[in-house]
């Protein structure tokens, strides 16, 4: 690694506010280092000024990793990738849209020379870094589109464009003045008082580009920053704006808040900024606690909340996040207050789970196993619990097993996420109980293989027998042999299941076939 010295400066016109001169450092490896030579090179070759500029320059500033990087130049970004990539051998394919104007390359590690000779593989291990370029441009919006009419323009212009002041920082790989840092905003400052800004007006940024509102969420959750008032406020006065966005796009930003450290963060202020009514506001239904004749429930959102950040700090896993989020969704559908048992949700495992597909399809989330896995540990979530509230017998241990399949580690993670009681006594009694359940749970499986289990008699054994074609008396017996083994009735075998199978064809006056 190398420390990479940036000069803040005045630079080049009264556009650029007077700063006071002072050294900033930034840790790049040399491989980086070695790729942006090759860039200043290309762009003095072609006479083409050009900057580092947005988020590599600020996650490099604060220590956040990251192999991708962004480069404006004053000419055409798409004839600059291509100076570049003829710099490298082997070449780099370039991925160019001549539409937007923008071209990109992905550069690996091992396709440099060797940087360091002689040092251990681990210093020399392969990184892919991802190189986007593009022409400094101006823009302008209608109120309908979030699309701008973009025409060529300065780095003035194209500063001004950017979404927060933390981004509108530039670094300059010209000559005359490499490693200059162009910082026009204040960003340098508003990264040292961890604060997200607008460079102009907030309501016209946020109004002009409306996704800008949900980058402003993700990236306070990400960093740990948090957002300035007029910006925060701007937010809510705009908040119907996100209209306009895709849900595609409002989705990858939700997926980005999801992983990060403390995602609740980002729910928090979804909600705060009014732009969580517009966009889930079946999980703001989860939000308050009722109360009546003195007995009241918890505030199934900030139980959630608190479920995620529990969840998150055991996985990265993004759909047992989502699993997270959504167990308790159907709590407000089946919530009901009696005298006899007071307020109870029964059945909001069964109802969450069949919200589960509905809210992926509404969310643009996949449709497939992903989805498939959070319906599954939403249907579950309570099973685990319940069976720290008994004698835990093996058939109900081998029925958890049987249902949870190769999830039932997701599923127990979850459940342990899913105690927030602010009794500290309660839940170190609950987790005593859990550690119970889950040696019980690896002893039966020892014991009985049931995790990813199929009974050993088959429907195609049970036709072939009995001379049946598919239908209810082929599923009954199949049913049979399995609850049978789950319960413990009869062993997890084929002689066992073969007897048991012979006894209950035969009271449906069935025999086997000659």
Known sequence: MTAFYFISNNLFSPFFTALSLYVMQIICSEAELFILNKIATAAESLSMPCYLIGGFVRDKLIGRTTNDADIVCLGDGIELAHQVAALFKPQPTVAFFKNFGTAQIKIAVQNLEKLKPGVND???????????????????????????????GSLEDDLNRRDFTINALAISLNKNDFGSLIDPFNGIQHLQEKIIMTPLEPSQTFSDDPLRMMRAIRFATQLGFTIHPSTFDAIKKNADRIKIISQER?????????????????????????????????????????????????????????????????????????????????????????????????????????????????????????MRLVQKLVLLHLRPISLTKENITDSAIRRLLFDAGEDIDALMLLCNADITSKNKIKVQRYLRNFELVRQRLTEVEEKDKIRNWQPPITGEIIMETFGLTPGRQVGFIKDAIREAILDGIIENQYEAAYRFMIEKAASLNLKPVE
């Open 122 to 152: 681990e210093a020399n291990k392969t990184v892919t870094f991802e190189i986007e370029f593009v022409g400094a441009r101006k823009e302008s919006y209608s109120r309908e589109s979030r699309k701008p009419v973009v025409e060529s």
């Open 250 to 370: 409002i989705t990858d930003e939700l997926n980005k808040i999801m992983l990060s450290e403390k995602p609740s963060v980002g729910w928090y202020l979804l909600r705060e900024s009014n732009l969580l009514e517009r966009i889930f506001p079946v999980l703001l239904e989860l939000q308050g606690a009722e109360n009546i004749d003195g007995i009241g429930h918890k505030d199934n959102f900030t139980h959630t909340l608190q479920v995620l950040d529990n969840i998150a700090q055991n996985t990265n896993d993004l759909w047992l996040r989502w699993a997270a989020l959504l167990h308790d969704i159907a709590k407000p559908a089946t919530k009901r207050f009696s005298k006899e048992e007071g307020w109870t949700f029964h059945g909001h495992e069964v109802v969450g789970a069949r919200m589960v597909p509905k809210i992926f399809a509404k969310l643009k989330l996949p449709q497939h196993d992903k």
